[in-house]
């Protein structure tokens, strides 16, 4: 399989481009951050004859059709396209920065956007493809102090998934996952920081291989528009959408105060 996974340097990303090279799969790695993704590859082994690295701007159109000029150009087909790359700011309404709000809303969102349409063209072409988006459990519960990131990831879940009706008549699938909170850099920023306890109220903090695997295995497995990893966490954040005041008054203070204890938990085990 011949694929495209952005944000590729760590994380999420850096994890499945490890399983699919494992696999024996083609993948353009790409991210911002090309040293660092560079020391990725070196760190993980990726075989440089089936792993090619590149600098990409998810937020530059121009940026996204020199990426899939080139993975065109390497593979000669375009199979999957996994959208990862992602930011977040902690802050609270009165607080934001414009600048974060742009960055949020360029990478997590118009990133998003702009790859599944540059992937779209080609795939529709093929009349075969999938585009799989991650988005985040905030995108299906509005978090407070993550509020421009769950608003980004919101998106990313809307537009994802009116996209997947929009392309399956044209042979390209397209999956939004929705996961909970995952052990990366992003959930390390937030680890100090009392405005993103809810972040940390569910039962445990998934791994990001866990992940990864989870989304490997929608490659070849049935066709559906949205995985929400785990699935208890996803009923809940549901019941949140529907009634957002009775939970903020019934439930998010206990959720809170849940998250808190276990920021500490999470702190103390990594100094012991």
Same mark, same amino acid.
């Given at each position: ?37 560079? $020391?990725? #590859?070196? !760190?993980?082994?990726?075989? &440089?004859?089936?792993?090619? %690295?590149f600098p990409? @701007?998810?937020?530059s159109? +121009? ?22 790359a992602?930011?977040l ?27 599944t ?15 799989i ?12 102090g ?15 998934? $009116?996209? #997947?009706? !929009?392309?399956?008549s044209? &042979?390209?699938?397209?999956? %939004?996952?929705?996961? @909970?909170?995952?052990?990366? +850099? ?17 039962s445990?903090?998934?791994s ?15 066709p ?44 103390e085990?990594?100094?012991?």
């Amino acid at each position: 399989m011949n694929l495209i996974i952005t944000g590729a340097a760590s994380g999420i990303g850096r994890q499945l481009v490890t399983l699919l090279a494992q696999g024996g799969h083609r993948v353009l790695a790409t991210d911002v951050d090309l040293e660092r993704l560079t $020391a990725s #590859a070196a !760190e993980q082994n990726w075989p &440089g004859e089936s792993i090619f %690295v590149f600098p990409h @701007d998810v937020t530059s159109a +121009p940026s996204w059709s020199a990426a899939i000029a080139l993975a065109l150009e390497r593979f000669g087909t375009l199979d999957a396209l996994i959208n990862v790359a992602g930011v977040l700011r902690v802050e609270r309404v009165e607080d934001l920065q414009p600048e974060s709000v742009v960055l949020q809303l360029d990478v997590n969102t118009k990133g998003v956007i702009f790859g599944t349409q540059a992937a779209a063209k080609v795939m529709v072409g093929q009349r075969r493809g999938h585009i799989i988006n991650i988005a985040s459990m905030a995108a299906l519960a509005p978090v407070p102090g993550i509020s421009v990131y769950s608003a980004s990831k919101f998106a990313v879940r809307g537009f994802s998934l $009116a996209a #997947a009706q !929009e392309l399956e008549s044209r &042979g390209v699938r397209v999956t %939004v996952v929705c996961p @909970d909170a995952v052990d990366t +850099p992003m959930v390390d920023y937030q680890l100090d920081q009392a405005d993103a306890a809810l972040t940390f109220s569910g039962s445990r903090v998934l791994s990001a291989d866990e992940v990864a695997r989870a989304v490997v295995g929608l490659l070849d497995g049935k066709p559906r528009f949205e995985l929400v990893i785990p699935w208890s966490r996803g009923f809940l954040a549901r019941i949140s959408t529907l009634l957002p005041r009775w939970v903020h008054r019934r439930i998010s203070a206990r959720l809170t105060q849940k998250g808190l204890a276990r920021q500490q938990s999470i702190r103390e085990q990594r100094k012991s």
